[in-house]
C-alpha cells in the first residue's frame, strides 16, 4: 500500500526534532548545573580571602589573604581536604562553563559577541590554572607557590624577554582598567542584567543590589591597585614591585587610612562572596 504522501518521513522527522531538543535541554542542564557550582565556589573562596584579610588588619595574621591561604584555611576544618577536593571541582566546573561560553555563547542579547567570547574564553584559562592548583592541593601535592611569589616570578619572565617591560605595562594596565570596569559596572547595578530576581521580595532584592555594589566595587579596587604595582614593576623594571592578591591587600593597611582601609575592602570582598552565592542561584545561564 502506498504512504500518504510525506507520511513517510514525519515521524522519523519528529523523533530526530524530539532527540535533538531533548539532547540540547540536556546540555543546557548540565551548563547551568557546572555555572551555579562554580559560581558558589568562588563565594567559598571570597569569603575566606575576606576573613583572613579581616585578621590581617586587626593583626592576627597567620596565613595569606590568597587561595593559597584560603585552601591551607579550609584544609584545616573537620572534614577539611573534603572541602579542598570540593573546591578544585567546583572551579573545575566553573572553567567547563565559561569555556561553554566561549565556544557557544553566553546568556543574554549580546552573549555571541566577540568580546564576551574572548571573556569567556579567558576566564576559563585563569579557572583551569586554578582548579589544577586547587586540586593539586587537595590531593597532598601542594598548591602552588603563594599569589604574591607567582606574580613576582611571572613578571621577572616576561621582563626578561625583548619589550618585556611593554608587555608587563600593558597587562598592568589592562588589568586596572578592568578593575575600574569592574567598580564602575558594579556601582551602576550593571550586574542585574543577569539576575533573574523577579521572585524575591524587594527587600530581598535590596540586599543583593547591596552584595553586588558593595562587594564589586571592592574586587574592582583590588584589581586596580594590583594592576597599578604591576605597571610600577614595568617602569621600574623591577619585579619584585609586582604584587598579588595577599600583598596588594596589605598595601591598603600602609596608606594614610592605616588597617581601617583594609577592613573596608576585606568586608566587601566577603560580601563579594556571599553575592557569588546569590548568583549562583538567580544568576541567568
Not at 47 to 73: H, Q
Request: aromatic content about 8%; proline content about 3%.
Amino acid at each position: 500500500m502506498a504512504a500518504a504522501p510525506g507520511g513517510g518521513t514525519g515521524a522519523p522527522r519528529a523523533n530526530l526534532a524530539g532527540s535533538t531538543h531533548a539532547a540540547a535541554g540536556s546540555t543546557h542542564a548540565a551548563t547551568a548545573a557546572a555555572a551555579r557550582c562554580g559560581l558558589a565556589t568562588r563565594g567559598v573562596l571570597y569569603v575566606v580571602v575576606g576573613v583572613l584579610a579581616l585578621r590581617i588588619a586587626f593583626g592576627r595574621a597567620d596565613k595569606a589573604a590568597d587561595r593559597t591561604g584560603a585552601l591551607a584555611e579550609l584544609a584545616g576544618h573537620p572534614f577539611g581536604r573534603v572541602l579542598v577536593w570540593a573546591v578544585g571541582i567546583g572551579l573545575a566546573a566553573m572553567a567547563l562553563w565559561r569555556l561553554s561560553e566561549a565556544v557557544f555563547g553566553a546568556a543574554g542579547p549580546d552573549g555571541r559577541k566577540l568580546g564576551k567570547r574572548f571573556a569567556s574564553g579567558a576566564r576559563a584559562a585563569f579557572y583551569t590554572v586554578t582548579a589544577f592548583s586547587a586540586l593539586s592541593f587537595a590531593a597532598g601535592r601542594g598548591g602552588g607557590s603563594s599569589g604574591d611569589a607567582q606574580s613576582r616570578d611571572v613578571t621577572a619572565r616576561v621582563l626578561a624577554v625583548p619589550a618585556g617591560q611593554w608587555l608587563v605595562g600593558a597587562a598592568g594596565i589592562a588589568v586596572a582598567v578592568g578593575g575600574v570596569v569592574v567598580a564602575v559596572g558594579a556601582a551602576r547595578l550593571t550586574f542585574r542584567e543577569e539576575m533573574d530576581t523577579a521572585r524575591l521580595s524587594r527587600g530581598a532584592r535590596l540586599v543583593v543590589d547591596a552584595l553586588g555594589v558593595v562587594g564589586g566595587v571592592a574586587r574592582g579596587a583590588v584589581f586596580t591597585a594590583a594592576g597599578t604595582f604591576l605597571v610600577y614593576a614595568a617602569v621600574s623594571y623591577d619585579p619584585g614591585k609586582a604584587k598579588g592578591l595577599d600583598d596588594t591587600l596589605r598595601s591598603f593597611a600602609r596608606t594614610p587610612a592605616g588597617p581601617w582601609l583594609l577592613v573596608a575592602v576585606a568586608s566587601g570582598l566577603l560580601l563579594f562572596g556571599l553575592f557569588s552565592w546569590a548568583t549562583a542561584v538567580w544568576r541567568r545561564v
